[in-house]
């Protein structure tokens, strides 16, 4: 029975990457990751495929309002990595674009649909961008963190 429940934060990360993995190249989006992103992090020597996209829960908050109502503010980290002999900071870059385009059409995002009305996020927050900066070429590796209110 455990195995069966999932919390809201696990539902969250699972429905952003469904939406993650629909970037397949086609317009509006400029690159592919072919399926191939999960929730949870790996490292770095786990790849064999690139791009490889992962989408981790971090820290949650909470903020009390009136009549019993409470917001959670929960973080969001995107890892992307990605190998190009060429430009890596580029691909990573549109990469990365696509990823945030992602974000800002699923502001709100539904996580759970087995409930009426749905459960969604109220929005999604693009708070940072990170690279390596070229350093580990031809490999790139970015970070976006997000900050989800639902």
């Given at each position: 029975?455990?195995?069966?429940?999932?919390?809201?934060?696990?539902r969250?990360?699972?429905?952003?990457?469904?939406?993650?993995?629909?970037?397949?190249?086609?317009?509006?989006?400029?690159?592919n990751?072919?399926?191939?992103?999960h929730?949870?992090?790996?490292?770095?020597?786990?790849?064999?495929?690139?791009?490889?996209?992962?989408?981790?829960?971090?820290?949650?908050?909470?903020?009390?309002?009136?009549?019993?109502?409470?917001w959670?503010?929960?973080?969001?980290?995107?890892?992307?990595?990605?190998?190009?002999?060429?430009?890596p900071?580029e691909?990573?870059?549109?990469?990365?674009?696509?990823?945030?385009?992602?974000?800002?059409?699923?502001?709100?995002?539904?996580?759970?649909?087995?409930?009426?009305?749905?459960?969604?996020?109220?929005?999604?927050?693009?708070?940072?961008l990170?690279?390596?900066?070229?350093?580990?070429?031809?490999?790139?590796?970015?970070?976006?963190?997000?900050?989800?209110?639902?």
């Open positions: 029975m455990a195995s069966q429940y999932r919390t809201a934060r696990k969250i990360v699972d429905a952003l990457v469904e939406k993650i993995k629909l970037i397949d190249g086609n317009h509006p989006y400029n690159s990751v072919f399926n191939n992103c929730g949870g992090m790996i490292f770095l020597d786990e790849i064999q495929e690139f791009p490889k996209v992962c989408v981790v829960s971090g820290d949650e908050a909470r903020e009390y309002q009136p009549n019993e109502f409470k959670r503010f929960l973080s969001l980290d995107i890892r992307v990595y990605v190998e190009d002999q060429e430009d900071q691909v990573l870059a549109t990469l990365m674009e696509d990823i945030e385009r992602v974000i800002d059409d699923n502001d709100v995002l539904i996580y759970d649909d087995t409930v009426s009305p749905n459960l969604t996020t109220t929005s999604l927050t693009l708070q940072s990170s690279t390596d900066e070229g350093a580990l070429a031809p490999l790139g590796i970015g970070e976006m963190t997000l900050e989800c209110r639902y």
